[in-house]
């Protein structure tokens, strides 16, 4: 199985993903490249199709293209799909007892809200899939759309039974682009042909669904990170957390709640199981930041002044004080006599 926040991406993705994803929109006249500038990608960056675009970054951008288009599906399909119209199934589905319910009632209103293809479950045996049927001729941009449902569709299934479900297969149409593989955003073999689907034990149908409808919103706004990032009970939590901080700005890293829902979990489990691991949150996040500061501070062209904004502290002399409680000599000494062992993580 691959490890969690460690599929071949990397720490995000090409930025050939994006652009994908952003080709409807373009032809619609929304000016693509000032949303990607708005993301904090420079020209040199957006003439690298191979790019690698922050997780954060990504999600920033596909939440304003929603946003400018008015349309969740992000101009994919023929009838926009208004704001809120994921949350508001979402609500629905928590409260059915298994992920089979859930999976069946999502089904049946998406087929209310889609002209152009809808979801069907389908089970046989020991395997089940979420098929994705076309309702008519297909376009030049239906693959990227069945790929945007069926992304979307096994992030909110492991979130809402808060455990991973690995795929077995994932099929789309043969015309979807060879330039931004799928089998890296799935974690699962590629097949082309139709219908569109994605395979998994049909067991997965009888699990309970957990309703966080606290952690739900936050689940929504950072979705397009949530199938690469799942909680798996064989890794110590702690070790995941610190994989999943690093693929987040040093100087940005979330709060508790934010990276559990990324994850599948509530804050409350998240705080308990790192309890149970003699682990806090606040002390993976200062290893994490005492760690970048003696990296940044190896880099001579950076001052020690650059070095603290670049982790988020706006004052130097807080930096400085941080330092030096996390290793027991000042930042400049560390310079000096780098290789010496830290005392303490930064805080």
């Known amino acids: 199985m691959p490890e969690p926040c460690a599929v071949p991406i990397g720490d995000g993705l090409a930025l050939r993903y994006l652009r994908l994803l952003l080709e409807p929109a373009r032809a619609r006249g929304l000016d693509t490249e000032e949303l990607l500038r708005r993301c904090h990608l420079t020209p040199a960056q957006l003439a690298d199709p191979s790019h690698v675009v922050t997780l954060v970054q990504f999600a920033s951008a596909l939440r304003g293209m929603q946003h400018a288009l008015r349309d969740e599906m992000m101009a994919l399909g023929t009838r926009p799909v208004r704001p809120g119209t994921f949350l508001l199934v979402a609500q629905q589905m928590l409260r059915c007892a298994t992920l089979g319910e859930a999976l069946r009632l999502g089904c049946s209103l998406y087929r209310l809200l889609l002209e152009d293809f809808v979801p069907r479950l389908r089970v046989e045996g020991n ?19 069945h790929l945007v449902l069926l992304y979307a569709a096994i992030g909110l299934m492991s979130w809402m039974v808060q455990q991973s479900i690995v795929l077995r297969e994932v099929a789309l149409p043969a015309s979807y682009s060879d ?42 706004l950072h979705w397009p990170l949530r199938r690469l990032a799942p909680y798996r009970e064989d890794v110590p939590l702690a070790l ?14 979330p709060a508790l709640p934010t990276l559990a829902g990324t994850m599948g979990l509530t804050a409350k489990i998240m705080r308990r199981r790192l309890h149970e691991e003699s682990q806090s949150y606040r002390t993976i996040i200062d290893t994490l930041r005492r760690d970048a500061a003696m990296r940044l501070l190896g880099q001579s062209e950076l001052s020690v002044a650059e070095v603290g904004y670049r982790l988020g502290f706006s004052d130097p002399s807080a930096f400085y004080r941080a330092f030096k409680r996390a290793t027991g000599m000042t930042a400049l000494d560390y310079r000096r006599q780098r290789g010496a062992a830290p005392a303490a993580p930064l805080s």
């Open 240 to 253: 995941q957390v610190r994989r999943c901080l690093k693929r987040w700005d040093i100087a940005q890293l």
């Open 127 to 145: 395997t089940a899939s979420l098929e994705i049927v076309d309702l008519t001729l297909p376009d030049t941009y239906r693959a990227t759309g």
């Open 179 to 220: 330039a931004a593989p799928a089998d890296s955003l799935f974690e699962a073999p590629l097949r082309r042909g139709r219908p569109s689907r994605i395979v998994f034990e049909a067991r997965w149908l009888d699990a309970r669904v957990v309703p966080d409808m606290r952690g739900l919103r936050t689940f929504i």
